[in-house]
């Protein structure tokens, strides 16, 4: 690693003015579990300037107004898994938190990293998609909002322009008897990143009927999405079996349609349908 300027920010304003003269030549760490491994690869570019911003009270903090959760950036993976808000109403992303990496990964790494990385094995991701989630960002010169599903251009790449830094993740709270899920599968159990993963989120009426599903893959599509044509399969139908085996068999369908067929695509694509089938059971808590 290059020697590099080390700048602790102390507000949102400090940490913009500097993005604003440097651009692309300064780099913001939050918990650097990212960052650092990054710098420290043979040929990575070292930043003139590194920017951190957990020294920036106004990034902290998980909350609730209106309906929304308003989830700042610094937000450790370990304070969203324990977070009763998000336990309450956005169980799906308390899940994905959990499986983060190991206890230190989660105690360092931060929610706003996991999304300005952009990988396509951040695990936050397709919970926010799910739950639309949408994000702020801000400049010197201004701030600016948008759906996270738009947010995301390509694995490792995003909407972001160097100067600006992300300060909030707002959703609306999922309604009480929301029922959801996220699993993913790795190459082992512990400690691993996902190969494929699956967010949900189900609905269902009186009659004990799904009225609205939402199922957002990780690792499948070129960008994280609802999965609409599967969604659709479940809509005013009772969990079975069968049903959620459709719905798994229509994710990798679109999966294929996207990526075409490919090597791995023999692996993937029972896969990622029994993954679907396995998070909508397991959101529904149906005996199977
Ligand atoms: C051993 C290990 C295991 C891991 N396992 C997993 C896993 O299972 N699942 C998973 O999803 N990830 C995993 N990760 C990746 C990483 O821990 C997460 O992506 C984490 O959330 C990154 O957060 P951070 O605060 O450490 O980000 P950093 O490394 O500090 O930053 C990451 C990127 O985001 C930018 N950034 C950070 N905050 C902001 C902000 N507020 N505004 C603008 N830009 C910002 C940085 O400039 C950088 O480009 C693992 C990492 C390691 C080292």
Same mark, same amino acid.
Request: hydrophobic share 40%; aromatic share 8%.
């Given at each position: 690693?290059?020697?590099?300027?080390?700048?602790?920010?102390?507000t949102i304003n400090e940490a913009t003015e500097v993005l604003k003269v440097l651009q692309s030549e300064a780099r913001i760490i939050a918990g650097g579990t990212d960052v650092l491994i990054e710098l420290r690869r043979p040929?990575?570019?070292?930043?003139?300037?590194?920017?951190?911003?957990?020294?920036?009270?106004?990034? !902290?903090g998980i909350s609730e107004s209106n309906g929304s959760i308003i989830l700042k950036p610094?937000?450790?993976?370990?304070?969203?898994?324990?977070?009763?808000?998000?336990?309450?109403?956005?169980?799906?992303?308390g899940e994905a938190a959990s499986v983060i990496g190991a206890p230190q990964i989660r105690n360092r790494g931060t929610v706003g990293g996991n999304v300005m990385n952009a990988a396509t094995c951040a695990d936050t991701v397709p919970a926010l998609v799910a739950l639309?989630?949408?994000?702020?960002?801000?400049?010197?010169?201004?701030?600016r909002t948008m759906p996270i599903v738009d947010f995301f251009i390509k694995?490792?790449?995003?909407?972001?322009?160097?100067?600006?830094?992300?300060?909030?993740?707002?959703?609306?709270?999922?309604? !009480?008897?929301?029922?959801?899920?996220?699993?993913?599968?790795?190459?082992?159990?512990?400690?691993?990143?996902?190969?494929?993963?699956?967010?949900?989120?189900?609905?269902?009426?009186?009659?004990?009927?799904?009225?609205?599903?939402?199922?957002?893959?990780?690792a499948a599509l070129p960008v994280w999405?609802?999965?609409?044509?599967?969604?659709q399969i479940l809509i005013g139908e009772k969990p079975s079996t069968k049903l959620f085996e459709a719905a798994g068999k229509k994710v990798s369908e679109v999966?294929?349609?996207?990526?075409? !067929?490919?090597?791995?695509?023999e692996y993937k694509e029972p896969v990622i349908g029994a993954l679907v089938r396995r998070a909508l059971e397991k959101a529904s808590n149906y005996n199977y």
């Open positions: 690693m290059k020697p590099f300027e080390y700048i602790s920010a102390k040929n990575a570019k070292t930043p003139q300037t590194i920017i951190d911003i957990t020294s920036i009270d106004e990034l !902290r610094l937000a450790t993976h370990t304070e969203i898994q324990k977070s009763n808000i998000i336990k309450k109403y956005a169980g799906l992303l639309g989630a949408d994000v702020t960002l801000q400049s010197v010169a201004a701030a694995p490792y790449k995003t909407q972001a322009n160097p100067d600006e830094i992300l300060t909030e993740i707002k959703f609306q709270k999922l309604p !009480r008897y929301a029922k959801s899920s996220f699993i993913k599968l790795g190459r082992r159990n512990a400690l691993s990143i996902s190969r494929l993963s699956v967010a949900t989120i189900l609905l269902y009426n009186d009659a004990g009927k799904i009225i609205e599903a939402r199922i957002v893959p990780g999405q609802r999965v609409t044509e599967a969604e999966m294929i349609s996207f990526t075409g !067929r490919r090597w791995s695509t």
